[in-house]
């Protein structure tokens, strides 16, 4: 089992997210996150999965998202060199000491606090999906009351470009 | 021109000459418009199920896409069991739903349900068109999805004020659809990797799908087949491809294939698959499948590669185009299959088919339906177009017809649909006025769809219902008797009708035949003297006959219940 990052072109038409995701139900594939906005061209959508499973399911995974007539272009981002990123805001208990212990460790992962209360914190922090769970992780004892993350992007890296 | 007028005039620019369905509130404009011209002919079912089926048969007997029309809301829920049967056997289809005006669609308007999203798992492609402007250029695109590449199903939702409104018509000649391309080319390396792995086999096989006769190969695997002097199996899909009276012809392959077909299928070691999909009926168990083969798989859709049985040369590409290819590169040179080897490989597979798999027990008194299966295929010379429901009259068909020529055998393999038959030997008949053909059922599949009784008599549909009634849903009874200790849970089919009153009733010929020496004759009444009218035998067979040979689930293709 491997994880994989597919990055989509997707018609930017009505019914062309639902065909993936019903893609992933119908054939019972793994799908741990899927984010799609629109692009530059207004007439595509692009969508990142990460999804997982064996070498052949994964190969049957781009094959049959190939074969969806809205799917415009594929790249499996984890075949070469990429960049993945993904957004999390999570709102943690900060009263105490854990005020401070939050404000160092959201500094080490680069992140900011965008909102405060006198009892917690909304911190924002951008990075590779492993960094945002060693976020979590490392809160150790802090409560955390909600985390909302964004899915993960990407992108490869140097000349390489996913476009029509 | 209003949307309803560009529907008509759209699909006669396709070449359309039958039309499916059956109409609806939200249809009426285009019936209106199918009304005031007579290039296109509605044949009116008597459900939307059968107008899928019906376009199914259509489609499968001539290349040709089959086109429905149906209302929206129950009208397209009808027709999914039939979209769902096109799918799974690659049948290229185009069907038109009408919905709700715009501005209802998510309103829980009447007779509206979410078309495009229902079908969505069991077509190719859909479509909702939004606007008047997008309408012909969208039959265009579904035609053209529909029948390019590996074929399929497309659903075009056409919401009822648009077919009210008016727009300029014009057709468009060509389609480009960026994110779709049908065409490949096929890799000339691969194609010499296939030929080589092909003539270092020593016992080489054979075995093709529906993939054959979708891309209407048969006459170039014919000539590649002997070219190499191969043993050829045929997938239930496939039975045709190949002249089944031919002696490298070793029968059906799969669960209730052959002993000899099955057999060259697990000893072989070079198995050359053609346009077919490695489906878990023909396969068995996958452990236990062609343990020592070499695999060359030709086919056009990639995902079908790899996807059950990893394959050691993949060829992607038209069949017809790959098998060419192939036997350029056999004639160009003067190597063949070393023939000491094939002479003792053939030897074997003449041990296994003098097993004589296929025999039955002809002295009992009753109707057996193999013989009822023979005797058909006697009096119509072999050459009639054979339709079919799902269960053991299926397979006694598929094994038992012995089909020469692609197109005749047409079956619900993937889905395995019960009603098939009726309606899928009715549009046959409207693509081929002149021949024969027979529709060979159950007494349990043909209530399934047997108010299409009532179509044949509207369009004068001489096809001959071959009713092998044995008062059990058989293959469900078969499979009890193995697995279930007899228990049989509803499988008797209680209070079955009169059937020849009922033929008689839709105003046809109805037949009950009842001992073996009565077959022929009413066969031959069927094709003679009844030959222009809907005729429908039912024959009363051996009640608790079994198909053999079988392949329980779990087994191995060398691991066959045999008679």
């Known amino acids: 089992m491997n994880e994989h990052i597919i990055s989509l072109l997707l018609e930017n038409e009505s019914g062309a997210l639902s065909r993936v995701a019903g893609l992933f139900s119908a054939r019972a594939y793994n799908i741990e996150s899927l984010s799609v906005a629109p692009t530059d061209d207004e007439t595509m959508s692009r969508m990142t999965i990460v999804t997982s499973g064996t070498d052949e399911i994964v190969d049957q995974i781009r094959k049959q998202l190939n074969k969806l007539v809205d799917v415009v272009q594929l790249v499996d981002l984890t075949e070469s060199e990429h960049i993945e990123r993904e957004l999390m805001l999570a709102k943690v208990e900060a009263v105490g000491d854990a005020r401070d212990e939050v404000k160092r460790l959201v500094d080490i992962f680069n992140g900011r606090v965008v909102d405060v209360t006198d009892t917690t914190y909304t911190v924002e922090i951008t990075d590779t999906r492993d960094k945002l769970d060693s976020f979590l992780t490392s809160l150790s004892s802090i409560k955390i009351h909600e985390v909302v993350r964004s899915g993960a992007i990407g992108i490869s890296s140097g000349e390489k470009i996913l476009a029509v | ?563």
Not at chain 2, 266 to 278: K, Q, S
Not at chain 2, 420 to 449: K, R
Not at chain 2, 527 to 549: A, H, L
Request: with cysteine; net charge negative; hydrophobic share 40%.
């Open chain 2, 1 to 563: 021109m209003t949307g309803a007028e560009i529907v008509v005039r759209s699909l006669i620019e396709e070449g359309v000459e039958h039309l499916f369905g059956y109409p609806g509130g939200a249809v009426l404009h285009i019936y209106d418009a199918i009304h005031q011209q007579d290039e296109l002919q509605h044949i009116l079912v008597r459900h939307e199920q059968a107008a899928t089926h019906a376009a199914d048969g259509y489609a499968r007997s001539t290349g040709k896409p089959g086109v429905v029309l149906v209302t929206s809301g129950p009208g397209a829920t009808n027709a999914v069991t039939g979209i769902a049967t096109a799918y799974m056997d690659s049948i290229p289809m185009v069907v038109l739903t009408g919905q709700v005006p715009l501005h209802l669609i998510g309103n829980d308007a009447f007779q509206e349900v979410d078309s495009v999203g229902i079908t969505r798992p069991v077509v190719k492609h859909n479509f909702l068109v939004e606007d008047i402007n997008d309408l012909a250029s969208t039959i265009k695109k579904a035609f053209y999805v529909a029948t390019t590449g590996r074929p399929g199903p497309v659903v075009v939702d056409i919401p009822k004020d648009i077919t009210g409104q008016k727009a300029e018509f014009s057709y468009p000649r060509d389609i480009k659809l960026r994110s779709y391309n049908p065409v490949v080319e096929v890799e000339s390396a691969q194609l010499k990797k296939a030929y080589e792995l092909i003539l270092e086999a020593k016992k080489p096989m054979i075995y093709t799908g529906g993939g054959v006769i979708l891309s209407n190969a048969s006459a170039e695997l014919i000539k590649f087949t002997q070219l190499l002097g191969s043993p050829i199996t045929n997938t239930l899909m496939g039975l045709g491809a190949y002249p089944a009276n031919e002696k490298q012809f070793v029968g059906m392959l799969g669960m209730h294939g052959t002993y000899e077909a099955n057999m060259s299928m697990h000893h072989c070691d070079v198995l050359i698959a053609i346009g077919a999909r490695f489906d878990d009926r023909v396969t068995g168990n996958l452990e236990k499948f062609c343990p020592d083969a070499r695999i060359v798989h030709v086919d056009i859709d990639p995902a079908s590669i790899s996807k059950n049985v990893k394959v050691d040369v993949a060829i992607v590409g038209d069949v017809k185009e790959v098998v060419t290819e192939l036997n350029k590169l056999i004639e160009a040179s003067d190597q063949r299959l070393e023939s000491a080897a094939l002479t003792s490989w053939w030897q074997q597979i003449e041990e296994w088919r003098a097993q004589d798999c296929l025999k039955f027990n002809r002295d009992t008194g009753s109707i057996k339906p193999q013989f009822v299966v023979e005797q058909l295929h006697e009096v119509t010379k072999g050459n009639a177009f054979v339709t079919s429901d799902v269960g053991q009259h299926q397979m006694f068909a598929a094994q038992y017809y012995g089909f020469n020529k692609p197109r005749r055998w047409i079956n619900s393999g993937g889905l395995g649909t019960m009603g098939f038959g009726l309606p899928a030997a009715m549009g046959v008949q409207l693509a081929h006025p002149d021949e024969q053909v027979a529709c060979i059922t159950g007494e349990g599949s043909i209530q399934m769809c047997i108010q299409e009784l009532a179509t044949c008599t509207q369009y004068g549909l001489p096809v001959k219902i071959i009713n092998l009634n044995n008062g059990f849903l058989g293959m469900v009874r078969q499979w009890q008797e193995f697995f279930y200790e007899k228990r049989y849970a509803s499988s008797y089919m209680e209070s079955l009708p009169d059937f020849v009153a009922l033929a008689e009733a839709y105003g046809h010929v109805g037949i009950r035949v009842t001992k073996p020496e009565d077959v022929r004759q009413a066969i031959e009444d069927a094709y003679g003297k009844y030959k222009d009218r809907t005729v429908f035998i039912d024959f009363i067979i051996d009640r608790e006959e079994n198909v053999y040979p079988m392949i329980p689930a779990g087994a191995g293709l060398n691991e066959m219940i045999l008679v």
